[in-house]
């Protein structure tokens, strides 16, 4: 299994980025994915996941204004970012979740500055 970000970059404050991850293998649909982000000097945080089947769920600091969602014909999950903040830069990851293992991508940096 393989996740490769996609996206990143440096945006304005108040502006918006989508994160693409895309999955090689058979199991995406099947799994539960996530998007996380790690900032320098801070611990990697989940920012939000998405379930194979049920409800999205996310961090407090990002609600109402990222949207996690996941296509499963292509094997991709998405992550729209609004009303970007300064503090949401990072280095994103997704993650794949399916039975007990976890796989992880390499990253994409996103940068909110002016």
């Known amino acids: 299994v393989q996740l490769v970000e996609s996206g990143g970059g440096l945006v304005q404050p108040g502006g918006s980025l989508r994160l693409s991850c895309a999955v090689s293998?058979?199991?995406?649909?099947?799994?539960?994915m996530g998007w996380y982000r790690q900032a320098p000097g801070k611990q990697r945080e989940l920012v939000a996941f998405i379930p194979s089947v049920g409800s999205t769920n996310y961090a407090d600091s990002v609600k109402g204004r990222f949207t996690i969602s996941r296509d499963n014909a292509k094997n991709t999950v998405y992550l729209q970012m609004n009303s970007l903040k300064p503090e949401d830069t990072a280095v994103y990851y997704c993650?794949?979740?399916?039975?007990?293992?976890?796989?992880w991508g390499q990253g994409t940096q996103v940068t909110v500055s002016s």
């Open positions: 993650k794949l979740v399916k039975s007990g293992y976890n796989y």
């Open positions: 293998g058979s199991i995406f649909s099947r799994s539960t």
